[in-house]
């Protein structure tokens, strides 16, 4: 089993419509909350999680939503939550 730290940020673009930007790969929980709280300042919106599994079998447990920021964010946590 390993985990994933991924920092999702989201900004608005040229016709006012809401994109993902890229999301990044962290090495810790402590890094994804640093990062997560520093992009806030900037971003539309911003979602820290967690992800435990096993890539070899696909076996893969919920995510942990670790930072949340933006008015939309539920929705997306919603979203990362129920993800494959």
Same mark, same amino acid.
């Given at each position: 089993?390993?985990? #994933?730290? +991924?920092?999702?940020? #989201?900004? +608005?673009?040229?016709?006012?419509?809401? *994109? @993902?930007?890229?999301?990044?790969?962290?090495?810790?929980?402590?890094?994804?909350?640093?990062?997560?709280?520093?992009?806030?300042?900037?971003?539309?919106? +911003?979602?820290?999680?967690?992800?435990?599994?096993?890539?070899?079998?696909?076996?893969?447990?919920? %995510?942990?939503?670790?930072?949340?920021?933006?008015?939309? @964010?539920? *929705?997306?946590?919603?979203?990362?939550?129920?993800? %494959?």
């Amino acid at each position: 089993m390993q985990t #994933y730290f +991924v920092v999702q940020t #989201y900004s +608005v673009n040229r016709k006012r419509k809401i *994109e @993902a930007d890229q999301p990044r790969q962290v090495q810790s929980e402590a890094e994804a909350l640093r990062l997560g709280e520093r992009l806030s300042e900037t971003k539309f919106g +911003v979602i820290a999680f967690s992800r435990t599994g096993d890539a070899k079998t696909g076996d893969w447990e919920d %995510a942990k939503i670790l930072f949340q920021f933006g008015d939309f @964010a539920e *929705e997306d946590a919603e979203a990362i939550r129920s993800a %494959a």
